[in-house]
Nanobody, 121 residues
């Protein structure tokens, strides 16, 4: 089993940037494909970005392509989400997820508690 803890959320103005981090503990982090999802108030959770265990492949939702970048540092058991040019519609709780067998849009096996991102207009 792997435990995931997100950090880095907060309040930012439209056009601003935030960097989310997700630190893993437990099993070997480098064996896991990782992803970020988000959930806006009153909406279903949606896929944001994913990265394979080696970091060699990434996948993005159309709505964030070109603005968000996912990365990982296996030695630090951490996956990042750099978010630039933020828009109010990016507001939501952002979740980190992990799976050994799946990636992209999942489904994923392990989830963090989430971190709130609020983009003001």
């Amino acid at each position: 089993q792997v435990q995931l803890v997100e950090s880095g959320g907060g309040l930012v103005q439209t056009g601003g940037s935030l960097r989310l981090s997700c630190t893993a503990s437990g099993r070997t982090f480098s064996a896991y494909n990782m992803a970020w999802f988000r959930q806006a108030p009153g909406k279903e959770r949606e896929f944001v970005a994913a990265i394979t265990w080696s970091g060699s492949s990434t996948d993005y939702a159309d709505s964030v392509e070109g603005r968000f970048t996912i990365g990982r540092v296996n030695a630090k058991t951490t996956v990042y989400l750099q978010m630039n040019s933020l828009k109010p519609e990016d507001t939501g709780v952002y979740y980190c997820a992990a799976s050994q067998l799946r990636w992209g849009r999942g489904p994923f096996d392990y989830w963090g508690q989430g971190t709130q991102v609020t983009v003001s207009s």
